[in-house]
């Protein structure tokens, strides 16, 4: 059902002081390759048959090290020319999709999956679908509070304690954001997810594989002593 994907690779990595220096975010080290491979091999290894990369600041170096293959996917590229934000970014990239959904996934954070359980929730329910993952502490993340299999209400950052968070992985309708107007850049939280949500339509896959984000140097850290070696 599910056979292209779109991935967010336009992040600045501000918060990675060093690591990040002069590297577009997704091109940081991790295990001895930029981070977005990981992503790639994942996605490779669901079958997906080809990958958007929504890139920008310092596309150039995502474009140039990843080309339009990786294995047997194909690989294009949507390069923002002024900040869209995650929502901007996402309306412009889905407009050059062809499936009735398409996978997407945030281009700094790694979460196991299972992509038979998204495409089941999607199709039963027509409706977007978000991947959501359990964490010791939800307070950098902020939470998602979810009641029989629909996310019901994004809570803001800083709840300290144990719950679910927004994993990064989506399952969106091309069409989902058609008719959305808001002034550049916009967020596709507040954009599409939430009003989804309220309106009881935003259905929840809850997924206990592991989850590492790279936004910040201590997760970094943990993300390069052998996160992805197990």
Avoid at 68 to 85: D, F, H, N, Q
Avoid at 116 to 123: L, P, Q, V
Avoid at 157 to 184: E, F, Q, R
Wanted: contains cysteine; hydrophobic residues 45%.
């Amino acid at each position: 059902m599910i056979h292209e994907a779109l991935i967010l690779a336009g992040g600045f990595g501000t918060r990675l002081g060093e690591a990040a220096q002069h590297l577009a975010k997704p091109m940081v080290e991790v295990g001895g390759r930029p981070f977005l491979a990981w992503i790639l091999d994942q996605l490779a290894e669901k079958k997906i048959g080809k990958v958007l990369l929504s890139v920008g600041y310092r596309a150039h170096q995502v474009i140039g090290h990843f080309g339009t293959r990786w294995g047997a996917m194909e690989l294009v590229y949507e390069e923002e020319r002024s900040p869209r934000g995650t929502g901007g970014a996402v309306q412009a990239a889905l407009k050059r999709l062809d499936g009735e959904y398409v996978l997407t996934v945030n281009g700094d954070s790694f979460v196991e999956f299972d992509l038979a359980m998204i495409e089941a929730a999607a199709r039963e329910s027509r409706n977007p679908v978000v991947v959501a993952v359990g964490v010791e502490d939800t307070a950098r993340f902020g939470r998602l509070e979810i009641q029989r299999g629909r996310v019901t209400r994004f809570v803001e950052k800083g709840i300290s304690g144990a719950g679910y968070i927004n994993a990064g992985v989506y399952a969106l309708p091309v069409a989902c954001m058609d008719g959305i107007t808001a002034p550049m850049p916009f967020s596709l939280e507040t954009a599409l997810l939430e009003p989804f949500a309220l309106a009881g339509r935003l259905q929840a896959v809850v997924t206990g594989g592991r989850f590492i984000d790279i936004g910040v140097p201590e997760d970094l850290a943990r993300a390069r002593e052998g996160f992805f070696d197990r």
